[in-house]
């Protein structure tokens, strides 16, 4: 191009806006990535993280802390540990045996499934993994009161173990179901907040008869 030659290679010539890269003005952990930290690390804090939900499920009120970073590790490991305590037992008949392990784990997955399905078709605003991941935490006061009923059932079953057995089962089933309700009520239409807890009360429900029900072989 004509003019381009009377140039100086080694001229400053003037540059408008800013090029340069500001150090320091980003987060650190924007630059930090799960893939260099060691595996041990990793797993704690996905420990720490699943602990912190555990406490929040024991201590329930209105707030996202199960809602922004969901995950299923512990509903798994909830699930898991609800159908090994229930495995083999006899309920209502001496003929036929308790729940099995695929039973339990079916029953507890699939109405969590249906529950979700439900919330979200009523219009909900979360998620279907950060439903099933607040129904699978609160399973937890349910799980503690299956341990408690094992225990109990160990001095005998008559009548004052099944009263001890019935207040600790109604109320962790109280527990559960609040404690969900508190966590997924905000995230529910006003007018249609009852559609929602209803099918979460027979959820809840069927897992506390479960255990109430349960006797040893």
């Given amino acids: 191009f004509p003019g381009l030659a009377d140039v ?38 996905d420990l720490k993280a699943v602990g912190k939900k555990f406490v929040h499920v024991m201590y329930p009120r209105k707030s996202s802390a199960l809602l922004r970073d969901w995950d299923l590790w512990g509903p798994l490991v909830l699930c898991v540990s609800l159908a090994l305590m229930l ?14 392990f695929a039973e339990v784990f079916v029953i507890i997955w699939f109405g969590a499934v249906v529950i979700t399905l ?24 349910l799980t503690v009161a ?25 109320a962790m089933f109280g527990w559960s179901t609040l404690a969900s309700t508190a966590f997924l009520a905000d995230s529910q239409p006003p007018n249609r907040k009852a559609l929602v807890v209803y ?18 072989q």
């Fill in 87 to 100: 495995q083999g037992g006899s309920a209502d008949s001496k003929d036929d045996g308790g729940p099995q």
């Fill in 199 to 216: 099918p979460i009360f027979l959820f809840y429900f069927v897992i506390s008869w479960m255990i109430l029900t349960f006797t040893p």
């Fill in 8 to 45: 100086s290679i080694s001229q400053d010539i003037p540059v408008e806006g800013e090029i340069t890269v500001p150090v320091g003005s980003h987060s650190p952990d924007e630059d930090y990535s799960t893939l260099d930290e060691p595996v041990r690390d990793t797993i704690m804090r």
């Fill in 118 to 141: 439900n919330s979200k078709l009523l219009g909900g605003t979360i998620s279907f993994f950060q439903s099933l991941c607040v129904l699978g935490y609160c399973v937890l006061p």
């Fill in 146 to 170: 299956m341990l408690v009923c094992r225990l109990v059932l160990l001095a005998g079953a008559g009548t004052i173990s099944f009263i001890i057995r019935l207040i600790v089962v109604v």
